[in-house]
């Protein structure tokens, strides 16, 4: 089992729409979480952190439930450049660091 | 902005020769990562760098990949002799400090092996 994993996808969703994705992870001691996106070819930016409460920033909503372990990234009002992969980020320690083989979004108009 | 600088940005070799990347990272910061990222797949984290120290190297094959940062600022990754299965993107990325968390990307050394 990988210590990350993630749906490759493709999710192929009208614009408009909204679609959420999940992120596991086997080590029940891992600390940090983030969600990355990439575009094609391009190299990962961060979207946004992960906190235990949640966090939302505009559009973007993530969130962790550590009993399951996973993680979550909900977009809403789906528009075409979100198109992208998105990678999620697991932190075991300050050097151990995982990220997921990514989900690809391709948002239709 | 500032940001981090690769190059070159491609590379083409052939397998068993010698390659080597080069990274600038934002000005400032502490601490370097280097990922190989082969298509379809998420970054490998190769090695980390605290300042001029090494963190972590434990995913670094390390009979023909090698890493420094001898000031502490800008950083070589080189790979001898190249292998057919080493064509991938080299991504360097940076931080403020380990703790900090969020790490900035350039963008990329695409090596291909032929």
């Known amino acids: 089992r990988k210590e990350v994993e993630q749906d490759p996808g493709p999710f192929n969703v009208p614009e408009g729409a909204t679609v959420a994705f999940n992120c596991t992870y086997s080590?029940?001691?891992?600390?940090?979480f983030f969600w990355y996106r990439q575009d094609c070819r391009k190299e990962p930016k961060l979207l946004m952190s992960?906190?235990?409460s949640g966090n939302e920033d505009g559009r973007f909503t993530a969130q962790l439930n550590r009993a399951s372990q996973y993680i979550s990234l909900l977009i809403r009002d789906s528009k075409l450049s979100d198109s992208a992969t998105y990678l999620c980020?697991?932190?075991?320690?300050?050097?151990?660091?995982?990220f997921g083989s990514g989900t690809r979004l391709s948002i239709r108009p | 902005e500032a940001e981090v600088a690769q190059s070159p940005r491609y590379k083409i070799t052939e397998k068993s020769q010698a390659v080597a990347f080069w990274c600038d990272p934002i000005?400032?910061?502490?601490?370097l990562y280097w990922y190989r990222q082969i298509l379809g797949q998420g970054p490998e984290l190769l090695v980390q760098?605290?300042?001029?120290?090494?963190?972590?190297d434990s995913q670094l094959p390390k009979d023909r990949f090698s890493a420094e940062r001898l000031k502490g600022v800008d950083s070589t990754l080189k790979i001898q002799p190249a292998e057919l299965g080493d064509s991938a993107m080299y991504l360097c990325?940076?931080?403020?400090?380990?703790?900090?968390?969020?790490?900035?990307f350039g963008p990329g050394t695409r090596l291909t092996v032929l």
């Open positions: 990325a940076s931080s403020p400090d380990a703790a900090y968390n969020e790490q900035f």
């Open positions: 980020v697991v932190y075991s320690s300050a050097s151990k660091i995982i």
């Open positions: 000005s400032g910061h502490a601490t």
């Open positions: 080590n029940s001691a891992s600390q940090s």
């Open positions: 992960v906190y235990s």
């Open positions: 760098f605290q300042d001029e120290s090494v963190v972590d």
